[in-house]
Structure formats: structure tokens, C-alpha cells
T-cell receptor, first 114, second 110 residues
């Protein structure tokens, strides 16, 4: 299996631009998670889906952030408009379900907003 | 509320010596506990988990963790550290989602 696939691996954009991050979970997994990692705040859960349905989006920082999962093999995280404080590494992870299943992480997307 | 604490930002150990990375948790009910490792510029990798049963859990790369209910701890251990074990280690507790600790950087010196 190819593991969780994320694209792009690196993204540099200017403040105010729209950014779309993409994720392909492991085939057969029915839960998908989006995380953000920064030095200041550590690893934060933004949102997670179960069977393509958003279950908990309480970690989404503000309305500029949105996430979709149109089918079992694809999810997007969109930031519009982007701001410099959004600069971080964004990870997607998938699992067979929620507790007690372990999550498998993608390589991450390093986002830099100038 | 569920939470997990990693009291050490960094742990330094000489190669060949035993290592311990500490983790304590707070959770109502029976905990599901995890350890993950993150190498530079990589995503987190699953090491091991405790669900129920034997308090000593064995995982990948020779790591093991000991669940202690009375001390609400789940410390990660390895009998003999390798330089290649140097990485960032995260403890996590699971309810419907994973709640991660702040991470402990392990540095193994030759």
C-alpha cells in the first residue's frame, strides 16, 4: 500500500491567496483526520471525518478554513484567504475507525504564507 | 477532560544505554494509549498501543511501554538506545480522536 498521500509537499503563497491541500487516505480506512503542527502550538487536530461525514470540526481555527471529503478516497483542506499565521505543516491521517485504532499519517504539506 | 502530559521536553542518552520517555494521562474510563515517533520532515509513525491486557506492550524498533494504572503512566522504554532512535516522540490518549502530548525530543549520543 502507498500509505497516506498528500499534495503538494510544499506550498508557498502570498497573503490573501486561496490554498488547497489534498489528501488520499489508505484504501479501506473510513476515518480521516486533518492536523496542523507548529512550534508554538504543537500538533492540533483541525477536523475529522468518519465515513466521509465531518464528525468534529471544533479545531478549525476560523471560517477561513474549510474541509471536504467528497468520497472515501479524497479530502481537501482549503484556506481562503490565507494569512502568515497559517504557516505550518499540515498532516492528513487515516484509520480503520476511531478508538482504539491507530492512525497512519501522511508526509505532510509545509505551507508558507508570505 | 482527557489529557496527556509529557513532562520532559528533551531526553539525552548515550548510545547503548537504556532510555525512558515519560508520559502520564488523565482519562475517564479505560484508556487507549499510544506512542508515535516523528523523524525530521516526516509524518508521525505509530510505535505501539495499549488497549487492555498485559501491562507491558511491545512495539516497533525494539520499543516497549509499560502501562501503570495506579500511577496513570505509560512510559516508553528501550533497553539499548541507538543513534538512529533520535527523533520526536509523542504520547497520545484516544477517545473518539487522538489527544497528543506536546512531544519529547530524544537525543541519542554516540
Amino acid at each position: 500500500d502507498a500509505g497516506v498521500i498528500q499534495s503538494p509537499r510544499h506550498e508557498v503563497t502570498e497573503m490573501g491567496q486561496e490554498v488547497t491541500l489534498r489528501c488520499k487516505p489508505i484504501s479501506g480506512h473510513n476515518s480521516l483526520f486533518w492536523y496542523r503542527q507548529t512550534m508554538m502550538r504543537g500538533l492540533e487536530l483541525l477536523i475529522y471525518f468518519n465515513n466521509n461525514v465531518p464528525i468534529d470540526d471544533s479545531g478549525m481555527p476560523e471560517d477561513r478554513f474549510s474541509a471536504k471529503m467528497p468520497n472515501a478516497s479524497f479530502s481537501t483542506l482549503k484556506i481562503q484567504p490565507s494569512e502568515p499565521r497559517d504557516s505550518a505543516v499540515y498532516f492528513c491521517a487515516s484509520s480503520f475507525g476511531t478508538a482504539p485504532y491507530e492512525q497512519y499519517f501522511g508526509p505532510g504539506t509545509r505551507l508558507t504564507v508570505t | 477532560a482527557q489529557s496527556v502530559a509529557q513532562p520532559e521536553d528533551q531526553v539525552n542518552v548515550a548510545e547503548g544505554n537504556p532510555l525512558t520517555v515519560k508520559c502520564t494521562y488523565s482519562v475517564s474510563g479505560n484508556p487507549y494509549l499510544f506512542w508515535y515517533v516523528q523523524y525530521p520532515n516526516r509524518g508521525l509513525q505509530f510505535l505501539l498501543k495499549y488497549i487492555t491486557g498485559d501491562n507491558l506492550v511491545k512495539g516497533s524498533y525494539g520499543f516497549e511501554a509499560e502501562f501503570n494504572k495506579s500511577q496513570t503512566s505509560f512510559h516508553l522504554k528501550k533497553p539499548s538506545a541507538l543513534v538512529s532512535d533520535s527523533a520526536l516522540y509523542f504520547c497520545a490518549v484516544s477517545t473518539d480522536k487522538l489527544i497528543f502530548g506536546t512531544g519529547t525530543r530524544l537525543q541519542v549520543f554516540p
